[in-house]
C-alpha cells in the first residue's frame, strides 16, 4: 500500500578535503511493492531542482536505485562494494558516471525508517566526490 511520508534527506558531499552539507524536508510517496521499497517526492526551489520527480527504490539486496526524471535526468545505482556506470544528465549535456558504493544501511519497514549511504562518484576513473546521505522516512497521520 501506497503511504503519504515525511521524508528528511541530510546529504554531505566532499571534494578535494572541502565538504557541503544539504538538509531538508518534503512530503512524498513510499511503499512496499515486490520485496523492495519505493519512495517518491518532487524536488523544489529550495532544492535547487525545480519540476523534477525523484524516485528511490531500494530492493532487497539493499541495491539503491535513484531515479531523476524531469529538467534533469540521471539513474544512479549505488551497491556496496560494486562500481556501477550510470547515466546523468545536466544542463551542459549527458555524462557516463561511476558509482562506487562503500556503503548502505537499510533499516526501511513497511511504515518507515532510516536509509543511509555512502559513495563515491568519479569520470573517467578521476574521483569527483565523496557522498554520504541518510534519508528517513515518516508515515504521514
Known amino acids: 500500500m501506497i503511504k503519504d511520508v515525511l521524508i528528511s534527506i541530510k546529504g ?16 512524498g510517496r513510499y511503499g512496499v511493492k ?21 524516485i528511490l527504490h531500494v530492493k532487497e539486496d539493499d541495491t539503491v536505485v535513484l531515479q531523476r526524471s524531469g529538467a534533469m535526468q540521471s539513474r544512479l545505482i549505488v551497491q556496496k562494494g560494486k562500481r556501477n556506470a550510470c547515466f546523468y544528465s545536466t544542463p551542459q549535456g549527458e555524462l557516463m558516471i561511476g558509482i562506487f558504493g562503500e556503503n548502505v544501511e537499510n533499516s526501511l519497514k513497511e511504515n518507515g525508517g532510516r536509509l543511509s549511504m555512502c559513495y ?4 573517467n576513473l578521476q574521483l569527483i566526490s565523496r557522498n554520504e546521505v541518510e534519508i ?6
Open 120 to 123: 563515491t562518484i568519479d569520470s
Open 12 to 27: 554531505i558531499q566532499g571534494i578535494d578535503g572541502d565538504t557541503d552539507t544539504i538538509e531538508f524536508k518534503t512530503t
Open 34 to 54: 515486490n520485496g523492495g521499497y519505493y519512495m517518491s517526492y518532487e524536488e523544489n526551489e529550495l532544492m535547487g531542482a525545480k519540476g523534477i520527480k525523484t
Open 136 to 141: 528517513l522516512v515518516k508515515e504521514v497521520n
